[in-house]
């Protein structure tokens, strides 16, 4: 449903989103109305402004107003957590390949958040009731260290570092033939799949985006063991960025050829993150946590050495 709204003298000089937020229900985020503003869902008079935009006095701005999505209600569930560290604030966890990190629609159950809801007593109403204490994600096939918040003083923290680049992500990664360059950095820019929506892509204009590898092993002619430390945080980085230089990740379903790796009992995207770097939120101090590589990882690795 399409509202209209008057900027009076009050608003004069609000940045667009800062100005929808306050006209639209509480349940639409902010970065939900800044998407809304980039899709071209909300006009100032007519035409298309960016969110940093600064409305005027006088000017009707156009907004389409979704309805409100129906209440997924989250339960607690017994699921066995492999925690590398935990105290009042935070914890962190070595997430296994084939778990969901939140729940969507049509799966609210045997997500990560299901799992801390359970194990987490002292867990505070933070972040939002779906994905409460989530500051940063890993995709469902990829396994590793993983931190959740566990009040709102450590949520504001770690989302501001996760933000402002502050924190440093380490990551394992089998990858399909033998680099010419044996370290490297490709800064390719990232954003959706001009034609299918559920990938990411390297496109120019998109979101600046850096991953820093070195080859750490070699298996023949057939595999490569990267280390890689990502300087950002795009959706899919490591897996588009390597199908980009040519080397896509073994068991990689969107970005690969995955069938060619059932051989070697691949199930999913050999893609582990091994370090987590951050400083706590109430002490300030730099911790560092690893997560040990899963079983079926170090399987896939012997059997690539084998076969």
Known sequence: MEENFLVTNREDGWRLD???VEKVPD???RTYVQKAIKQGQIIVNGELKKPSYKVKNGEVVSIEVPDKPP???????????NIIYEDKDIIVINKPPS???HPVANKVSGT?????LYHCKDLQGIGGEIRPGIVHRLDKDTSGAIVVAKNDRA???LSAQFKDRKTKKTYIALVKGILKKKQGEINQPLARHP???IKMAVVPGGKESITVYKIIKEFGDKASLAWIHLKTGRTHQIRVHFKYIGHPLFGDEVYGKAYEDYKYGIKRQMLHALKLGLFHPRTGEWMEFVAP????FKKAIVNIEKL
């Open 18 to 20: 800062k100005f929808v």
């Open 71 to 81: 209440t997924i209600e989250v339960l607690p569930e017994n699921i066995p957590l």
């Open 155 to 157: 949520h504001q923290s």
């Open 195 to 197: 034609q299918i929506r």
């Open 99 to 101: 778990m969901i990190v």
């Open 27 to 29: 349940w639409i985020s």
């Open 293 to 296: 590589l899963p079983e079926d």
């Open 112 to 116: 990560l958040v299901n799992a801390i």
